[in-house]
């Protein structure tokens, strides 16, 4: 089973890239294929229309095929004013934008059909991102994801993770690791 890993922030020292990181080695350790990528290594701008019509970009092209290849995901979700962050509005509206001139890209959920996908997400709030998770459950829905229904939002995540950036608490590892489990367990089944 190939899954995909990645935070919708690319700040620094975001709390939801380093819950990815921490998320990509629990599934390494239990012996998955993992592909963690960071959003800000890939040149993707603001969807534009117009931009679209003068080409898709590279690196967009290069996002679709990432996610069409990986048939499980984990996205790790910042919370801003309660809801996703437009970083990641941003990427799931061009990975299913239709390349009208390629025609392997026409179909615009080729990218997500049938992708089993765990949501976690960090805030230093006492919520730790869970309304962000309400949001971004229907958005991915309605591009045909399998939402798990297991999830976990890490609360207080200023305090969760050591200087080496790994989780502090044993309980919030056993709550990443549920969730790396439901969703390899799901997307084995689904991929079959």
């Given at each position: 089973m190939?899954l995909?890993i990645?935070?919708g922030?690319?700040?620094?020292?975001?709390?939801?890239?380093?819950?990815?990181?921490v998320?990509?080695?629990?599934?390494r350790?239990s012996?998955t294929?993992?592909?963690?990528i960071?959003?800000?290594?890939l040149?993707?701008?603001m969807?534009?229309?117009d931009?679209?019509?003068?080409?898709?970009?590279?690196?967009?092209?290069?996002l679709?095929?990432?996610m069409?290849e990986?048939p499980?995901?984990?996205?790790?979700?910042p919370?801003y004013?309660?809801?996703y962050?437009?970083?990641l509005?941003n990427t799931?509206?061009?990975a299913?934008s239709?390349?009208?001139?390629d025609p392997?890209?026409?179909?615009?959920?080729?990218?997500s059909?049938?992708?089993v996908?765990g949501i976690?997400s960090?805030?230093?709030?006492a919520l730790g991102?869970?309304?962000?998770?309400?949001?971004?459950?229907?958005?991915?829905l309605?591009?045909e994801?399998w939402?798990?229904?297991?999830?976990?939002a890490?609360g207080?995540a200023g305090e969760?993770?050591d200087?080496q950036g790994?989780l502090?608490n044993n309980a919030?590892?056993?709550?990443v690791q549920?969730?790396?489990?439901q969703?390899?367990?799901?997307?084995s089944?689904?991929?079959?």
């Amino acid at each position: 089973m190939k899954l995909l890993i990645f935070a919708g922030c690319t700040r620094q020292n975001s709390f939801n890239r380093k819950l990815a990181q921490v998320t990509a080695e629990l599934a390494r350790a239990s012996g998955t294929e993992v592909t963690h990528i960071e959003l800000a290594d890939l040149d993707i701008p603001m969807y534009n229309a117009d931009l679209e019509a003068k080409g898709t970009p590279p690196d967009v092209m290069k996002l679709k095929q990432l996610m069409f290849e990986h048939p499980a995901w984990i996205i790790c979700s910042p919370e801003y004013n309660a809801s996703y962050s437009a970083l990641l509005k941003n990427t799931i509206d061009w990975a299913s934008s239709p390349v009208k001139s390629d025609p392997a890209w026409t179909d615009e959920f080729k990218f997500s059909r049938g992708k089993v996908v765990g949501i976690l997400s960090a805030s230093p709030g006492a919520l730790g991102g869970l309304r962000s998770q309400s949001h971004l459950a229907p958005l991915l829905l309605n591009v045909e994801c399998w939402v798990a229904p297991r999830n976990f939002a890490l609360g207080h995540a200023g305090e969760a993770f050591d200087a080496q950036g790994r989780l502090v608490n044993n309980a919030h590892q056993k709550n990443v690791q549920a969730v790396i489990d439901q969703v390899l367990f799901a997307g084995s089944r689904l991929a079959a």
